[in-house]
């Protein structure tokens, strides 16, 4: 068997082998790059609830007629009163936002959306441990797909024909990007202090904040 006919097999059968988790991370990039715009992972079901006005008091008094008045599942793990009159209750993953004087509750419940949440919570790498290994070896392997595409055709339709062109263009994308985004005149590119050098401050770029 030839080195061609090598890297074919290996090309076709890695292909197959990787087609479910591209898909995973394909559709989940595209959610994830939008995380300005919605939250890929969690929607809140909000319901509104309207109970008998209830006297202002201590907060602890409150908390417990508000529980007994909505009928909640036992007390709270914390609560918060940002104002007399209203008193803030969270429970796991949950939480009660009440207007005691006005008799009204909104209740927040975050729910997972449904295949996305689990395709980010792979994505992200959020399970860390194994899967850690396991996303390392999937950017391995889709390494070696992307390299031996480029000699699974020869002739005109192959790396030395049109196939030059076209992985030229595939490498320019992303370099005329960071032209236009991040090396910008006057700014001090990605390998410098934002802060010094050549002025900082370019568009696309921020320094990270302490934390």
Do not use: C
């Not at 529980?67 to 969270?90: D, I, M, T």
């Not at 008799?103 to 729910?111: N, Q, S």
């Not at 990007?177 to 410098?192: M, S, V």
Request: cysteine-free; hydrophobic content about 45%.
């Amino acid at each position: 068997m030839n080195w061609r006919k090598l890297n074919n097999v290996l090309h076709r059968d890695l292909g197959y082998l990787a087609a479910g988790l591209t898909l995973v991370y394909a559709i989940s990039g595209v959610a994830v790059n939008h995380r300005h715009q919605w939250n890929p992972s969690w929607k809140v079901d909000v319901e509104e609830r309207s109970f008998p006005p209830i006297p202002v008091s201590d907060k602890e008094t409150m908390t417990a007629q508000l529980v007994a008045a909505l009928a909640l599942p036992g007390p709270p793990k914390a609560s918060f009163r940002p104002a007399p009159e209203k008193v803030e209750l969270f429970y796991e993953g949950w939480n009660v936002q009440a207007d005691a004087v006005a008799g009204t509750a909104r209740i927040e419940r975050p729910r997972g959306r449904f295949g996305l949440r689990e395709m980010n919570f792979l994505h992200l790498n959020e399970p860390k441990g194994w899967w850690t290994w396991a996303a390392d070896a999937y950017a391995v392997v889709l390494g070696f797909l992307a390299i031996s595409g480029l000699f699974v055709l020869k002739g005109r339709n192959g790396l030395t024909g049109r196939g030059k062109w076209l992985a030229g263009a595939g490498v320019l994308l992303p370099v005329l990007a960071l032209l236009a985004l991040l090396w910008l005149p006057g700014d001090a590119g990605p390998r410098e202090d934002g802060g010094g050098g050549r002025g900082g401050g370019g568009r696309g770029r921020s320094a990270p904040a302490d934390r």
